[in-house]
């Protein structure tokens, strides 16, 4: 593991495995860096280094990442970016369809569960819940994730994207799982897709791959792409 992402460098530089934990998984906040290639991981913070990716949603984390890309030197992203591509893609989330879902709060940056058992609607949302509250805090690599999603949303989800206007593999390969030009997205946070599907549509992502995106999801409504998230988060990665 590089020093840059198991400690990263005093004073300004934290390390990467702090947000995208030890060997890459993420979470609903963070992006799953294993599996991506190494270009496009470099790509991607360089994007966030020149202003071309923002966030419209999840501030903390996307200031940070804009801070830490303008901080770390070409050698730490190359070595950190060489690292994560080379971590073989695990599953570490399971999408269910509900009606109901457990009541939850923000605790800082984290959607967590409420104390007890009540349940409530789950509307026009996606509940991406840590299967344990304490292993999601403390960073651990192989905390697992349920994704509540609204009922119906998976086979909607896979209709749109097998579309002739849509066509997702296209660009991110067979059974979604990444090609040289786009990134692996299936098995991925059903939250973080939403997120990225959302900022691509608002312009806050405006990079590289924007110019194929930005046509495809125009046309698509709040639950086009949480259905779109759904089914790919469901894929195996």
């Known amino acids: 593991m590089p020093k840059i992402v198991a400690v990263g460098r005093k004073p300004g530089v934290f390390a990467c495995g702090v947000c995208h934990r030890a060997d890459g998984p993420g979470g609903p906040e963070s992006s799953s860096l294993f599996g991506l290639s190494a270009e496009y991981i470099i790509q991607q913070t360089q994007e966030f280094r020149t202003g071309q990716r923002s966030g419209s949603a999840s501030r903390v984390p996307t200031d940070l990442m804009i801070k830490e890309s303008k901080a770390v030197t070409d050698q730490e992203l190359a070595e950190a970016a060489a690292y994560f591509s080379a971590v073989r893609p695990r599953a570490n989330l399971t999408v269910l369809e509900a009606d109901t879902v457990p009541r939850t709060e923000v605790r800082e940056l984290f959607l967590t569960p409420v104390a007890g058992t009540e349940q409530e609607p789950i509307g026009q949302r996606i509940i991406e ?74 312009g806050a992502r405006n990079g590289t791959n924007s110019g194929l995106m930005k046509p495809i999801v125009e046309p698509l409504s709040i639950n086009d792409m949480i259905a779109l998230a759904a089914y790919a988060g469901s894929l195996a990665p």
């Open 129 to 202: 819940l840590p299967e344990s509250l304490e292993d999601y805090i403390s960073r651990d690599s192989h905390a697992r994730f349920v994704a509540y999603v609204p009922r119906g949303s998976i086979e909607k989800g896979k209709t749109l994207a097998t579309t002739r206007d849509t066509q997702c593999a296209t660009c991110h390969g067979e059974g979604l799982r990444g090609t040289d030009l786009a990134p692996r997205i299936a098995g991925r946070s059903p939250t973080y897709l939403f997120r990225q599907l959302y900022d691509f549509k608002s």
